[in-house]
């Protein structure tokens, strides 16, 4: 991933053109899962930000922060398992597209990737021929990593 010291400055400018505040608690996360090749749960988050103390936060105070993260677009949240990721495009000033998520079932590593317009109205078209309608236009999808299935060679 890019220098991690870059994408945090370019979520500090975000957060200030916007109102919001990215506190150094919400920085020591968001760090912790740009350093992560992996998706991270909430507990493990908290084992990884610990404050210089060696002091725990409180279970609910991560999951706040994650919060706050996810709805300023910095991090997102795979419904599969329950775990986080950094969002791909945080230093990105385009407009994000639909993500899709290769997720290796071994190494757990996440790959972020964009959906064309055309296949998610296929996919909205699809679901509303069976009767339904698409809350989330994300995408998870589990598979094994060529790193992972190199090893298995």
């Not at 996360?29 to 409180?58: D, F, I, Q």
């Not at 945080?90 to 757990?108: G, N, R, T, W, Y």
Request: neutral net charge.
């Amino acid at each position: 991933m890019k220098d991690i010291e870059k994408i945090i400055d370019h979520a500090k400018k975000y957060c200030v053109e916007n109102g919001l505040n990215l506190t150094k608690k919400r920085r020591r996360v968001l760090h912790a899962l740009l350093e992560s090749r992996s998706a991270l749960s909430a507990y493990e988050l908290r084992e990884l930000c610990k404050t210089e103390a060696g002091n725990l936060l409180p279970a609910m105070s991560i999951y706040r922060i994650l919060e706050f993260l996810q709805d300023a677009g910095f991090v997102h949240r795979l419904n599969i398992s329950n775990r986080y990721t950094a969002c791909t495009h945080i230093a990105c000033d385009h407009e994000h597209l639909f993500s899709q998520f290769l997720i290796c079932v071994k190494c757990q590593v996440v790959t972020e990737i964009n959906i064309s317009e055309l296949t998610m109205r296929n996919m909205r078209d699809n679901a509303e021929s069976a009767g339904f309608e698409l809350e989330s236009p994300q995408l998870e999808i589990n598979g094994v990593c060529y790193i992972c299935k190199n090893k298995a060679a």
